[in-house]
């Protein structure tokens, strides 16, 4: 069973930033998709940023050039990190991965309030 635990969420001012952090309690070296995704109060969860095992990134329209998803290898550690903040940012977030095996596992979520 893998488990990722999140953490980095809270309380900011629109325009702020925060870096959420995904912990997983496996290497991510050879994990296929390691993404992030959010649900906001009545709204479906929805994709925000994705990293493939090759590095390469897909962003959510609503986030391209204010987030940026990465990833540490050695620390097993998936990181997103959010810059100029809304309040629309407002939501759940939680971490994602496909193991290579298919196994899609999710976080426990960090909530994320952006003050206007």
């Known amino acids: 069973q893998v488990q990722l635990v999140e953490s980095g969420g809270g309380l900011v001012q629109t325009g702020g930033s925060l870096r959420l952090s995904c912990v997983v309690s496996?290497?991510?070296?050879?994990?296929?998709?390691m993404g992030w995704y959010r649900q906001a109060p009545g709204k479906q969860r929805e994709l925000v940023a994705q990293?493939?095992?090759?590095?390469?990134?897909n962003y959510a329209d609503f986030v391209k050039g204010r987030f940026t998803i990465s990833r540490d290898n050695n620390k097993n550690t998936v990181y997103l990190q959010m810059n100029s903040l809304e309040p629309e940012d407002t939501a759940v977030y939680y971490c994602?991965?496909?193991?290579?095996?298919?196994?899609?596992?999710w976080g426990q979520g960090t909530q994320v309030t952006v003050s206007s």
């Open positions: 994602n991965i496909i193991v290579s095996s298919g196994g899609n596992y």
């Open positions: 496996k290497s991510i070296f050879s994990i296929n998709t």
């Open positions: 990293m493939a095992r090759s590095g390469r990134t």
